[in-house]
């Protein structure tokens, strides 16, 4: 999906440049055929699981309906990512209410549009009885359960380890689940975990799940029916073009262990995933323009994107490729530092990369963007956020414009006085 033709860098059939003289840099664009391969592919890994999107991954309304068109659910993370799922059309009986700090209103929010939650604690269990109650209804709940697995990933986006501030701790969720069955408007009728993010080995999967397994296990004897089995996301993406598991490789290494232990369960529960990276990373690449090119301790290529619109290498120290967008042709023979515009040293994107000759006006493409990427940016620096773009084809189209100076005030007021 992302090629070139005379030197220039294409998405499906279109030119970045064709982009870029009309809508300007910075600006993430994205292919849809490489979205829905990502989508098949799953689907075709796992034909009988519930497949739920992890919005926080990228919430762009398009892209968005483009994956609920294909019967995924989505897992939220707060009112606006169930505002946004619900509007993009994702099915509400597999919406996954997630959150490790609900206020009451995102819970009645929760209630009202009948989705599942997964609980991550006791305050929190109790809350939504009471809020249920209150309305009238019954929720259907999983807990998160904190299973203490390494997912030998980076320590920021490792969330199932026994110190990570979410779910609760494996041993005390047998009781968790007991309290439940005993409280009014709440249906204990799943188990959940996510272990972590960007994991690149299958066995800290496989560990995860059977340590869900062993609970399901203990509190259906309490009289849980299990209609769910979720174990997160996290499956990672070739970020450095070394390798990475496949959906497939994936399928393989969870779906026989999953198989056998599900046959120790007198219920039949669905095995449900939730994949954000693995669903949008690859689809996107980040176009920035060139500034300036100098020469000092290091050989810097200062572009127009900073950590503004891609946090990823100053948080996490993540590796994305880049390449010289407008000379893919041309042979690398210099070592570049690619730094953005905002005034912090860390806002470094790429260290020491070797490239064709840069100069000022080139345009430096970041690969593997679509996760993680527009959703975490900011306007630090008054700067506002850039545009995004969808490709099908030889067609394109803007679904996101870039912001205005308006859109740094947008919200703000000035207190009568100082007018
Ligand atoms: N489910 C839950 C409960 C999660 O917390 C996450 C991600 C996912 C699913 C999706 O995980 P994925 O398949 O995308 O790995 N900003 C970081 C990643 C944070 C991940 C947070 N949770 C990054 O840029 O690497």
Not at 50 to 74: E, P, R
Not at 277 to 289: A, D, P, Y
Not at 318 to 347: L, Q, W
Request: charged share 25%; hydrophobic share 40%.
């Amino acid at each position: 999906m992302f090629s070139q033709k005379e030197g220039i860098l294409t998405v499906e059939n279109v030119p970045v440049t064709e982009i870029v003289s009309e809508v300007g840099t910075p600006v993430y664009i994205t292919s849809k055929a490489q979205l829905e391969s990502n989508i098949r592919a799953y689907r075709e890994a796992f034909p009988n699981a519930g497949i739920l999107y992890a919005v926080k991954a990228n919430n762009n309304i398009a892209l968005m309906k483009i994956i609920s068109a294909q019967g995924f659910g989505a897992d939220v993370f707060s009112d606006g990512e169930l505002y946004l799922a619900l509007l993009a059309g994702f099915r509400r009986d597999k919406i996954l209410y997630n959150g490790n700090s609900k206020s009451i209103r995102e819970i009645e929010m929760g209630i009202e549009t009948g989705v599942k939650f997964s609980v991550d604690s006791i305050d929190e269990l109790r809350l939504i009885s009471e809020a249920a109650v209150e309305s009238g209804e019954e929720v259907e709940i999983a807990f998160r359960v904190n299973p203490d697995v390494d997912p030998k990933t980076h320590p920021k986006i490792a969330t199932g380890l026994r110190e990570s501030k979410f779910g609760i701790p494996h041993g005390l969720a047998a009781d968790a689940y007991k309290l439940a069955l005993k409280l009014d408007g709440v249906v204990p009728a799943g188990i959940h975990c996510h272990i972590g993010s960007q994991i690149l080995s299958l066995s800290p999967f496989v560990h995860a799940l059977n340590k869900v397994m062993d609970i399901a296990v203990e509190i259906e004897k309490e009289g849980v029916e299990l209609e769910f089995v979720d174990l997160g996301g996290g499956l990672g993406i070739d970020y450095e073009g070394k390798g990475a598991p496949t959906p497939s490789d994936f399928a393989e290494a969870i779906l026989p262990e999953f198989e056998k232990r599900r046959a120790e369960l007198k219920s039949d529960p669905q095995l449900w995933l939730e994949p954000g990276r693995s669903i949008v990373g690859n689809t996107t690449v980040l176009i920035t323009r060139v500034n300036a090119v100098k020469k000092g301790f290091k050989h810097f290529v200062a572009v127009d994107a900073g950590f503004n619109l891609l946090i990823r290498p100053a948080m996490y120290n993540a590796f994305h490729r880049v390449a010289v967008a407008n000379k893919m042709e041309n042979r690398a023979e210099e070592t570049y530092t690619i730094v953005g515009p905002i005034c912090e040293s860390g806002d470094v994107l790429a260290r020491d990369r070797k490239l064709p000759k840069v100069e000022m006006g080139d345009l430096i493409a970041i690969f593997d963007t679509g996760a993680y990427g527009f959703v975490m940016s900011s306007q630090y620096n008054g700067r506002p956020r850039c545009a995004e773009v969808l490709v099908s084809g030889d067609r394109w189209w803007v679904i996101r414009e870039r912001e205005s100076y308006g859109d740094l005030i947008a919200k703000q007021k000035i207190p009568e006085w100082l007018l």
